[in-house]
C-alpha cells in the first residue's frame, strides 16, 4: 500500500487548478447566463443544456485523492458555492441556485471527496495509470450513487404533476435522468485523466535526511 501523503503544488501547477475550478464554475452558470441573454435555453428543462458535463465531480474526486483534507474540501465546496451564486446571479432566481434539498447535494458532494480518498488508499503505488484507474473507479461509484440518491429526492420531493408517487413514477424519474447521469460519467472520463495528471506531478524536489534530492509519494488523504 502507498503512504498517505498529500501532494505539494508547485506555482504552475496551482495555476492550472485554478483555471480548472473556473472552468467548473463556468460550465454549472453558462446555461443560467445564456438563458439571462434570451438565447431560447431554459435552464428547467431537461434537454435545453449538456446538464452535469462539467469538472465539477471530477475535480471533487481527484482533490479527495490528491491533495490534504482540508485543501481538498475547501477547493470542492468553494467551487459548488460559487457555481451556486453565480447561477443566482446570473439568473436572478435565487430559487435556482438555493432550493431545499441542495444541503443534501453539498453533503455528496462531500462523499465524492471521500469515495477519492477512500480509492487512493487502496492503491499499491504512485503510478499515474494506477491512479486514474482508481480515481476512475472512485468516480463512476460517485456518479452513480449521485444520480440514484438525487433521483429519489425529486421523485420524493417533487411535484405530484411531474412524477407519481408509486413504482411507475420512480421508474419514470430515474429513465427521464439518464442524460444526466451519462453525462456524468463522460465528464468523469474526461476530466479525471487531466486533474489526476496535474495533481499527481505537482510535487517539487524534496531534501532527504541524508541531503539527497527525491520526490516525494505523490499520494492523498482522507476526508468524510
Known sequence: MSSA?????????????????????????????????????????????????????????????????????????????????????????????????????????????????????????DGYLESVAFNLGSGVVGATVFFVVTNVLVWGLGSEMLYTRDLTGLTECFVQAIPFYRNSLASMILFVPVLTAILNSATELTESPTGTSRMPATSGESRA
Not at 498529500?6 to 453558462?30: H, Q, T
Open 5 to 125: 501523503s498529500p501532494v505539494k503544488l508547485s506555482a504552475s501547477r496551482w495555476i492550472l487548478l485554478g483555471l480548472l475550478a473556473v472552468l467548473a464554475v463556468a460550465a454549472k452558470v453558462m446555461p443560467y447566463v445564456f438563458y439571462r441573454l434570451d438565447w431560447n435555453l431554459d435552464p428547467t428543462q431537461f434537454g435545453s443544456y449538456v446538464w452535469n458535463f462539467s469538472p465539477l465531480m471530477p475535480l471533487a474526486i481527484v482533490a479527495g485523492a490528491s491533495l490534504s483534507r482540508k485543501l481538498a474540501i475547501g477547493l470542492t465546496m468553494g467551487v459548488w458555492l460559487l457555481g451556486d451564486l453565480g447561477i443566482w446571479a446570473a439568473s436572478g432566481h435565487f430559487e435556482w441556485a438555493f432550493y431545499p434539498h441542495q444541503p443534501l447535494i453539498y453533503v455528496l458532494a462531500l462523499g465524492l471527496i471521500g469515495l477519492g480518498a477512500i480509492g487512493r488508499r487502496l492503491q499499491k503505488s
